[in-house]
């Protein structure tokens, strides 16, 4: 089976467009001139027009008389100060005050903290008197600009998701309780929070499924036993914003976490049923790596269990690093195991040793996109120098049929190789899905959809390949 998305291809797409362009002018065309979509019912406009930014939605009405005072019902809206030319903060007062629905689904703010502090608290207590249910709110870092939501902010019956960007600011949580009694997704970026705020507002969260916790600075252990419903951890770091260093998550099923060379201790993730890991690096940074093998190895300790397992290409090289210096890997009760990843070397042995460690495993999936913020060669062949690793037995036949290959250099041949390299060290296979994302415009891989079904044949598997084009010309 093979599924080919034309995603980006320039010729395709203009001739795709051009057909829809026509079908579209036919529909909306009549032959007494009346614009039959302005007969669509209002529920169904509010709809598109809530896909919009709000001052883009309010341009419509010079569409038609119809279509002039549609968007004031709309149940979502939309303010972003960060794009060119964003509504200024007079017009968004005007834009609330004509503004006339009772029930408000959606609503989201990018603020600018020099120009819009005065009306920021006007604008999130709009919201939250029209019982919003989802609320976005990012404030731009301004130099020494602060702001902190009002008191009256953490205590909504009608939040349901709530996402909340900072730049580095303290939260600043009120003297009451925190109750947010509906909300069941909560996320969170670039905040300082400690255990106690972190407590608070989870303690005033009871429904709460999901968290995310996404380069949020001061708090150092997370824990997660008090909260029987958090199901969903998204957690990620950098060398710049540790995050939390131990987690203590008895109930969460899923768990993504995007590593640091920093510590992190997974205490208790023991109901966890899906997990994906990886490693932020930045080039700027020295390589680790003896530490970074033995906090990967450590969390794969407690992965043991899992069903289902996502591994990044800088956890990937870090298995490869512990493999090559023939340090253990444990082994796995994966039964689906996805692979994020470039075909590279660098990445072979790591793989190899993890199919090999998992017996039980029925679903392989491979995604292989361009990827930036990877670990470079010259430091793991660095590091592997100092460990007295010989080059000429570093790596093995199997992983050098891919030495010195790029992304955009790979051809039909290398992802049929990497495919055949992979089914050969699994034996419980059934099924391998392959996505592939193409860096340039000739990167066709015209001839894998035909060796596919040979190596479906010959290994007895069920096997799916996605190929998407580039989003650019190149």
């Known amino acids: 089976m093979v599924d080919e998305c034309e995603n980006g291809d320039g010729a395709t797409a203009a001739r795709r467009y051009s057909h829809q362009d026509h079908k579209t002018k036919e529909a909306g065309d009549s032959s007494d001139g009346v614009d039959s979509i302005s007969f669509l019912p209002d529920v169904i406009l509010q709809s598109i027009l809530s896909s919009l930014p709000t001052e883009i939605a309010i341009k419509t009405s010079i569409l038609s008389k119809r279509w002039r005072h549609v968007w004031s019902d709309t149940p979502c809206l939309s303010f972003d100060w960060i794009r060119p030319h964003g509504p200024k903060g007079d017009i968004i007062n005007k834009i609330l005050g004509r503004y006339k629905a009772r029930k408000m689904i959606s609503f989201k703010l990018n603020a600018n903290l020099q120009d819009d502090i005065p009306y920021i608290d006007r604008w999130i207590e709009f919201a939250m008197s029209r019982n919003v249910e989802n609320m976005s709110l990012v404030f731009g870092y301004d130099g020494d600009h602060k702001y902190h939501v009002p008191d009256s902010f953490y205590i909504s019956n009608s939040f349901k998701q709530l996402s909340v960007k900072y730049s580095f600011i303290d939260l600043k949580l009120p003297s009451f309780p925190v109750s947010w009694t509906s909300l069941k997704i909560l996320y969170l970026k670039s905040c300082k929070l400690s255990e106690e705020c972190m407590d608070k507002i989870l303690s005033g969260c009871p429904v709460l499924e999901s968290l995310t916790l996404d380069f949020c600075d001061k708090l150092l252990v997370l824990d997660l036993s008090k909260y029987l419903r958090l199901r969903t951890l998204v957690i990620k770091r950098n060398i710049w914003v540790p995050g939390p260093t131990q987690i203590i998550a008895p109930h969460i099923h899923y768990l993504s976490l995007t590593n640091s060379q920093l510590p992190c201790t997974l205490v208790d993730v023991s109901s966890l049923k899906e997990a994906r890991m990886e490693i932020c ?13 033995t906090m990967v190895l450590r969390m794969l300790e407690k992965l043991q269990h899992v069903d289902k397992l996502t591994f990044g290409e800088n956890f ?57 913020g990877t670990i470079t060669k010259n430091k793991i062949d660095t590091y592997l120098d100092l460990q007295g690793v010989k080059k000429d037995q570093r790596w093995s036949l199997e992983a050098r049929v891919f030495e010195n290959l790029k992304h955009w250099d790979v051809e039909s041949r290398h992802v049929a190789s990497f495919m055949e390299l992979m089914l050969k060290k699994t034996k419980t296979l059934e099924k391998m899905v392959v996505w592939f994302y193409s860096y340039r415009k000739g990167q066709t891989l015209e001839e894998l959809p035909e060796m596919v079904p040979v190596l479906a044949d010959k290994n007895n598997v069920s096997i799916v390949l996605h190929l998407f084009k580039p989003n650019h010309r190149v």
């Open 316 to 372: 990937l090289t870090v298995l490869t690093l512990a493999e090559l210096r023939s340090i253990p890997i444990p082994r796995f009760k994966v039964k689906d195991l996805t692979l994020e990843t470039m075909i590279s070397q660098y990445v072979i042995p790591g793989i190899v040793r993890v199919l090999q460690n998992s017996p039980e495993l029925k679903k392989l999936t491979t995604i292989h996109r361009m990827m930036f």
């Open 281 to 293: 690096f930045c080039a700027l940074e020295d390589l680790e790596a003896d530490f970074l093998q």
